[in-house]
């Protein structure tokens, strides 16, 4: 309809698509959304954590995170194994929670709060392990930054989010 088509130009207008995308899927499909700017607002203010994250990646590693291979099969995903085992573990953790998420009936709210977790998690990790400055030489360490981050790009594909670099402006 006409209405509907204005409501979403202007929404698009204002807002990053996957902004939009993120709001969209952080409310379970049999839910009513809370649609209004104030809070789109909000989850573009909190996916600037997860650019912030892909960042510091880009710069400890040297790579690309949007050009990570992830697996398209639960399956196939990433490995999760070495050390620091506590840490990896998590991860996975995380990972099948977000797949618990995924097949209670779609809910892609639970699976959204699971990227925010596992956000929090590798910063964490990166924070505790230096990796930004002293311990950027400890390869097992590096080699476990980059699964997770492995993790995240394939949970976020998942959601058709972080699939590519925002472009600003």
Same mark, same amino acid.
């Not at 649609?35 to 994250?53: N, P, Q």
């Not at 400055?133 to 394939?154: H, I, P, R, W, Y």
């Given at each position: 309809?006409?209405?509907?088509?204005?409501? =979403?130009?202007?929404?698009?207008?204002?807002?990053?698509?996957?902004?939009?995308?993120?709001?969209?899927?952080?409310?379970?499909?049999?839910?009513? %959304?809370?649609?209004?700017?104030?809070? %789109?607002?909000?989850?573009?203010?909190?996916?600037?954590?997860?650019?912030?994250?892909?960042?510091?990646? /880009? &710069? %400890?590693?040297?790579?690309?995170?949007?050009?990570?291979?992830? #697996?398209?099969?639960?399956?196939?995903?990433?490995?999760?194994?070495?050390?620091?085992? #506590?840490?990896?573990?998590?991860?996975?953790?995380?990972?099948?929670?977000?797949?618990?998420?995924?097949?209670?009936?779609?809910?892609?709210?639970?699976?959204?709060?699971?990227?925010?977790?596992?956000? =929090?998690?590798?910063?964490?990790?990166?924070?505790?392990?230096?990796?930004?400055?002293?311990?950027?030489?400890?390869? /097992?360490?590096?080699?476990?930054?980059?699964?997770?981050?492995?993790?995240?790009?394939?949970?976020?594909?998942?959601?058709?989010?972080? &699939? /590519?670099?925002? /472009?600003?402006?």
């Amino acid at each position: 309809s006409a209405g509907a088509e204005s409501v =979403k130009t202007a929404v698009f207008s204002k807002h990053h698509p996957e902004t939009v995308r993120f709001f969209l899927l952080a409310t379970h499909y049999r839910s009513p %959304i809370d649609f209004g700017d104030e809070r %789109i607002e909000e989850v573009d203010r909190s996916l600037e954590g997860f650019y912030r994250l892909i960042e510091t990646f /880009q &710069r %400890i590693t040297g790579q690309d995170f949007y050009s990570l291979s992830t #697996s398209a099969t639960r399956e196939k995903a990433c490995r999760l194994e070495g050390e620091p085992s #506590s840490f990896l573990s998590e991860v996975k953790a995380l990972r099948d929670r977000y797949y618990e998420c995924m097949d209670d009936d779609f809910n892609t709210g639970g699976a959204v709060g699971v990227l925010f977790d596992l956000r =929090k998690t590798i910063n964490g990790f990166v924070n505790e392990a230096k990796l930004d400055g002293a311990g950027k030489s400890d390869g /097992q360490n590096m080699a476990a930054f980059v699964s997770a981050a492995t993790v995240l790009k394939e949970l976020a594909g998942i959601l058709g989010v972080f &699939r /590519q670099p925002i /472009q600003s402006g």
